[in-house]
């Protein structure tokens, strides 16, 4: 059982290059969302989605993209990477509103 | 504003020396309150939702405790294995009900 699986791991991009992050779940679960975690900032919220084709901002949504056209994949979009989106990118789903999150295990980004 | 503050920031332990690591919160109308640990590298791994004052969870070493205010994550003879970061986050009653994140207690204990 799979669960939430982020790829890639790890990336370096340039400033102004452009990249995806690739998150997909096998739970069948509606609801997902992308977070950043900056060292003693905790989570913040990016976008989420409550099922296909829905996705709405969180608290930190400038300069991302997302898109939900299958229940299964969040995709994740940065479309001019700055040096302030170095951080850690995690997707997580859950079932319903009330109901925990699974993570996935993580994107590393640096913008240099 | 839904607002999750930590406390403390970091905690050492000796292994078997019992503490709790506090979580505070303000919400308009609590849906769940969820403890994550999360080990360096890792990403967040679920340990417990409560739903409603006076309710209590255990696994293992691990207690969590709510009141209409806060919760306590309760840890009663720690290991060097429960070394991680403890995060606590909530979610409203309201709209779409994300979760809002604490910024998280540091764990070590030593042996």
């Known amino acids: 059982n799979a669960g939430v699986t982020q790829t890639p791991k790890f990336r370096i991009l340039k400033i102004g290059q452009s990249m995806t992050l690739q998150c997909t779940q096998d739970?069948?679960?509606?609801?997902m969302y992308w977070y950043r975690q900056d060292p003693g900032m905790g989570l913040k919220l990016i976008y989420y989605?409550?099922?296909?084709?829905?996705?709405d901002k969180g608290e930190v949504p400038n300069g991302y993209n997302v898109s939900r056209s299958t229940t299964e994949d969040f995709p994740l979009r940065l479309e001019l990477a700055a040096p302030s989106q170095t951080s850690v990118y995690f997707c997580?789903?859950?079932?319903?509103?009330?109901?925990?999150?699974?993570f996935g295990q993580g994107t590393r980004l640096t913008v240099v | 504003e839904d607002q999750v503050t930590q406390s403390p920031e970091a905690l050492r332990l000796q292994e078997g020396e019992s503490s709790s690591l506090n979580c505070s919160y303000t919400?308009?109308?609590?849906?769940?309150l969820f403890w994550y640990r999360q080990d360096p590298g890792k990403g967040p791994e679920f340990l417990f939702t409560?739903?409603?004052a006076g309710e209590e969870k255990e696994k293992e070493r691990l207690k969590a405790t709510l009141t209409k205010k806060e919760s306590f994550l309760h840890i009663t003879a720690p290991k060097p294995e429960d070394s991680a970061t403890y995060l606590c986050?909530?979610?409203?009653?309201?709209?779409?009900?994300?979760?809002?994140f604490g910024k998280g207690t540091m764990l070590l204990v030593s042996p």
């Open positions: 986050a909530v979610r409203p009653n309201s709209g779409y009900s994300t979760l809002t």
């Open positions: 997580a789903s859950s079932y319903g509103r009330g109901t925990e999150a699974f």
């Open positions: 989605s409550v099922g296909a084709g829905i996705t």
């Open positions: 409560l739903y409603s």
């Open positions: 739970m069948n679960h509606n609801y």
């Open positions: 919400v308009s109308g609590l849906r769940g």
